[in-house]
């Protein structure tokens, strides 16, 4: 039996979720042995209990689930966002998940704000390492001085491109390693002695490296020469929301993090690419597609490979008849695009 937690979170977490439910009722329609509980972790959990997830109940997801479904996280009621920090952070680093997918695969050529490029000519998939560099929130503020410390540690970044190199030996596309090594000599150093090395084991990879702010710009000149893409935390992050823009926005962008070494039974986390969006929270604006697509890359990470691709096809589908949030400039509510999603599968 595979266990999944739900974590709906914040601001349009809970809205985008909800239409997870009857995708995961579908597959276990079809036989798949799945049972997943719902938990309330997030901003109104935090200010009421003053608790984001304690040592026990993250013990508890660490070892009785295979996987979470997390929505977001943020709040404007917390602006620091410390309850943001202490969750997904935590579950990101408790758990190990040093792998950041997230593939870039546009639908409809509408979607694509460059000129002249056809959704299949676009295949990119980036790999950002997910519990390190400057987002490991070390640092500290003093008068007139701000410090902000990136940590980069080899186990990591081994993790991390040893699992993009195996990726592009299987797809027969450039890796591409975005750094800035001429100016984070320490850190991003570190990045290119192991791609290195990594080289070495992968000789049919056509490996590069490039300056991320170089890399931005080729990507929106030429994206048709990208494959996989590997960067630390910060430029992983950056890139892949420019690779959102690409597909018709935040909203349709999907993510998986994963632990590939398998260190606990639960190794895999699946979220959208936004965040909690609060400006349109509760409004019905909310474009469900990366969530949708995130349970996809679900499906597949269990080895469920048909009602992956289903799922996909079915979005695509949706899409291609024009039902749609606003911000792909249609008319469809949230829950109508996730209604239509689950009509199309049966
Ligand atoms: P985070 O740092 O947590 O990723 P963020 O500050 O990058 O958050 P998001 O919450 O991702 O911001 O949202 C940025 C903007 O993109 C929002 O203000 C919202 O207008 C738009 N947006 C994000 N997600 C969606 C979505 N699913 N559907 C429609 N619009 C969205």
């Not at 997910?130 to 640092?139: A, I, Q, S």
Request: aromatic letters at 6%; proline letters at 6%.
């Amino acid at each position: 039996m595979i266990r999944v937690a739900i974590i709906p979170g914040d601001g349009i977490g809970p809205e985008v979720m909800t239409g997870v439910i009857p995708l995961l009722d579908w597959s276990r329609a079809r036989g798949r042995e799945l049972e997943w509980v719902t938990f309330p972790y997030g901003a109104d959990h935090f200010l009421n209990t003053g608790e984001t997830l304690s040592d026990r109940h993250f013990a508890d997801l660490r070892d009785t689930f295979d996987a979470i479904l997390f929505g977001a996280v943020g709040d404007t009621r917390i602006p620091d966002g410390r309850h943001a920090e202490q969750l997904l952070l935590r579950l990101r680093q408790g758990l190990e998940l040093h792998v950041n997918f997230r593939p870039c695969r546009p639908f409809l050529a509408i979607h694509i704000p460059l000129k002249d490029l056809q959704p299949d000519e676009i295949d990119i998939e980036v790999f950002r390492e997910n519990t390190e560099g400057p987002y490991c929130l070390r640092g500290r503020t003093e008068e007139e001085l701000a410090v902000d410390e990136a940590v980069h540690t080899a186990r990591a970044i081994r993790i991390l491109l040893a699992t993009a190199f195996e990726q592009a030996s299987g797809r027969a596309c450039p890796l591409t390693l975005a750094q800035k090594a001429n100016v984070l000599k320490h850190g991003h150093g570190l990045w290119i002695r192991i791609f290195k090395e990594l080289c070495a084991d992968y000789p049919s990879v056509a490996a590069e490296t490039m300056h991320a702010d170089a890399l931005l710009c080729a990507l929106v000149q030429n994206p048709r020469r990208f494959g996989v893409i590997a960067a630390d935390n910060f430029i992983g992050d950056l890139t892949s929301d420019l690779l959102a823009g690409f597909q018709g926005g935040m909203g349709m962008a999907p993510s998986a993090s994963w632990a590939p070494h398998r260190p606990f039974r639960c190794n895999a986390l699946f979220e959208p690419v936004h965040g909690s969006a609060p400006d349109i929270a509760g409004t019905g604006k909310a474009n469900p597609v990366g969530m949708i697509l995130s349970t996809s890359l679900l499906f597949r990470h269990l080895g469920w490979e048909e009602e992956a691709a289903r799922l996909h096809q079915a979005v695509g589908e949706v899409l291609r008849s024009g039902i749609a949030t606003p911000d792909l400039a249609g008319s469809a509510t949230c829950q109508e695009v996730q209604r239509a999603v689950a009509k199309v599968l049966g």
